[in-house]
């Protein structure tokens, strides 16, 4: 592989690779938050019954 193409893909998978580790109290509640405020801001409620009219 040429030098150029090898340093790029390298680069890329460095700066984007997921790492694995402990999540914190901090992070598991800002998790946590975030989830909620999408389950509000998107009216999604547990068990909540819903009929969608598809017609082509």
């Given at each position: 592989?040429?030098a150029l193409l090898r340093s790029a893909a390298t680069e890329a998978t460095a700066t984007t690779?997921?790492?694995?580790?402990?999540?914190?109290?901090?992070?598991?509640?800002?998790?946590?938050?975030?989830?909620?405020?999408?389950?509000?801001?998107?009216?999604?409620?547990?068990?909540?019954?819903?009929?969608?009219?598809?017609?082509?």
């Open positions: 592989m040429p690779a997921p790492r694995a580790g402990y999540v914190d109290g901090t992070q598991n509640s800002n998790a946590d938050t975030g989830l909620n405020n999408w389950y509000i801001a998107d009216r999604i409620l547990h068990n909540d019954a819903f009929y969608v009219d598809i017609r082509s």
